[in-house]
């Protein structure tokens, strides 16, 4: 499990910076917020099916993923 005390650290992603994002099968499965992610300001992890219809949002933050081959 990652380290939840991450607010400190610079290299790390603001979770949910970006309402869209598009993904290839190579990475499945997706979760949100996204790897590399700082966790401190962000969801519960939650695991997005776009493998069902192509594309799906986050029940938490509406984030939409985009499954593209």
Do not use: F
């Amino acid at each position: 499990m990652p380290n939840p005390n991450t607010a400190t650290q610079e290299d790390l992603d603001i979770p949910n910076d970006t309402m869209l994002y598009e993904v290839s099968r190579d990475i499945l499965p997706i979760h949100c917020p996204m790897p590399g992610s700082s966790l401190w300001n962000s969801h519960p992890r939650v695991y997005i099916p776009v493998e069902v219809t192509g594309s799906a949002k986050c029940p938490y933050c509406g984030c939409e993923y985009r499954l593209v081959d």
